[in-house]
T-cell receptor
Framework: AQRVTQPEKLLSVFKGAPVELKCNYS??????LFWYVQYSRQRLQLLLR??SRESIKGFTADLNKGETSFHLKKPFAQEEDSAMYYC???????????FGQGTTLQVKP | GAVVSQHPSWVICKSGTSVKIECRSL??????MFWYRQFPKQSLMLMAT?????????EQGVEKDKFLINHASLTLSTLTVTSAHPEDSSFYIC????????????FGPGTRLTVL
């Protein structure tokens, strides 16, 4: 079964501290993985996707097929990073997204 | 670019009435639109996939007669919640993709439905 697991509901760190938001997936084929972010009172927006292998707002994520993980990392958290983060998996032939439960990142001053 | 709008942003209705929610792609043609439901403090659950000019594909457990989806043009999809009941109260979010259904999904701001 296709599944995305984000084990942490809430991650609270101080400004300047490193951040790692965990995401594990279960998928039988070749997955396409995404991180979406939802800032307070705003719509869901794409943060990054694994095929792009890019860094957005200082965030990076590496697909580890051996561990079936796609953890989101940032070396130095900023207060404006506080938001809800969703890891999502896309079926390659339908484009459907399966979302994890989401992790609230709280960056304290 | 790639803006998706939803209307209304919130709606309150009486039990037993029907409510229509619109999802529009403002600056691109959306061959595929997706409808999600989100309960408070929970994740998005896909309800259905809507392709322009064809019938929507519903996820398991979603009543197609309850949640009517129409994708009449490349820029508009509508979700009608028929005979709404309080348990239908939720946040409904649409997303749209471009020429290929596997493109990036762009999300609307969501519609808050409250059924009294």
């Amino acid at each position: 079964a296709q599944r995305v697991t984000q084990p942490e509901k809430l991650l609270s760190v101080f400004k300047g501290a490193p951040v790692e938001l965990k995401c594990n997936y279960s998928y039988s084929g070749s997955p396409e993985l995404f991180w979406y972010v939802q800032y307070s009172r705003q719509r869901l927006q794409l943060l990054l996707r694994h095929i792009s292998r890019e860094s957005i707002k200082g965030f990076t994520a590496d697909l580890n097929k051996g561990e079936t993980s796609f953890h989101l990392k940032k070396p130095f958290a900023q207060e404006e990073d506080s938001a809800m983060y969703y890891c999502a998996l896309s079926s390659s032939n339908t484009g459907k997204l399966i979302f994890g439960q989401g992790t609230t990142l709280q960056v304290k001053p | 670019g790639a803006v998706v709008s939803q209307h209304p942003s919130w709606v309150i209705c009486k039990s037993g009435t029907s409510v229509k929610i619109e999802c529009r792609s403002l600056d691109f043609q959306a061959t595929t639109m997706f409808w999600y439901r989100q309960f408070p403090k929970q994740s998005l659950m896909l309800m259905a996939t809507s392709n322009e000019g064809s019938k929507a594909t519903y996820e398991q457990g979603v009543e197609k007669d309850k949640f009517l989806i129409n994708h009449a043009s490349l820029t508009l999809s509508t979700l009608t919640v028929t005979s709404a009941h309080p348990e239908d109260s939720s946040f409904y979010i649409c997303s749209a993709t471009g020429t290929s259904g596997t493109d990036t999904q762009y999300f609307g701001p969501g519609t808050r439905l409250t059924v009294l």
